[in-house]
């Protein structure tokens, strides 16, 4: 049997969490805007070759256990409705990871990263690994929120950020992978 565990993307709707998930997780993008109602559930099997050696927190003998079961993700992707919320904070039980995303063309979206960050604490736990995921680097022409900025938050929480295009396939592994590193270098 694998390790398992739940990760839960969390931001405003429209930011592109279900764009995301699904470049990730099926390689495929939505052609349109279907907004998630409640959370859409999927599971992927972490590819270990890529992150195997980046697990530094674990005893060789944890590692080759990992490498050997393998590592199974599932994915809730939240609604971002935050006046729905509250039919959805069950969601957040039981997670070992998080990733936080905004739209680097949407002021709104980077402001409110307070406001899901303080979430995931609260219902999740203060020591779940998270991620800050900047997407539709696409559209940077009319770029919102400097780096100087995004830096600044990420520093502030003490998390990597990475800049993404779910469109275009621009760091959605790369990012994926690093919650993955962080998430099985928390395990005990």
């Known amino acids: 049997m694998s390790y398992r565990g739940k990760v839960i993307l969390l931001g ?30 999927l599971i992927k099997e972490v590819d270990l070759k890529g992150i195997i050696n980046n697990l530094t927190q674990l005893n060789d003998n944890l590692k080759q256990q990992i490498k050997e079961k393998g590592f199974k993700i599932y994915f809730w992707d939240i609604g971002g409705q935050r006046d729905k919320l509250f039919a959805n904070e069950y969601y957040f039980q039981d997670a070992v990871g998080a990733i936080i995303v905004f739209d680097v063309v949407d002021r709104n979206s980077f402001e409110t990263l307070e406001f899901w960050i ?49 469109k275009i396939n621009e760091n959605v592994i790369k990012a994926f992978e690093a919650l993955s590193t962080k998430i099985l270098n928390n395990l005990k």
Do not use: C, H, M, W
């Not at 559209?139 to 900025?149: A, G, M, P, W």
């Open 12 to 41: 405003n709707p429209s930011v592109g969490k279900t764009s995301l998930l699904s470049r990730y997780v099926d390689n495929t993008f939505p052609d349109q805007y279907n907004p998630t109602i409640g959370a859409n559930f």
């Open 118 to 166: 303080s979430k995931l604490k609260e219902l999740s736990g203060k020591d779940v690994p998270f991620i800050i995921v900047g997407n539709k680097t696409d559209l940077s022409k009319d770029r919102k929120i400097s780096e100087k900025e995004i830096k600044d938050k990420a520093n502030k929480y003490e998390v990597e950020y990475f800049e993404t295009s779910a």
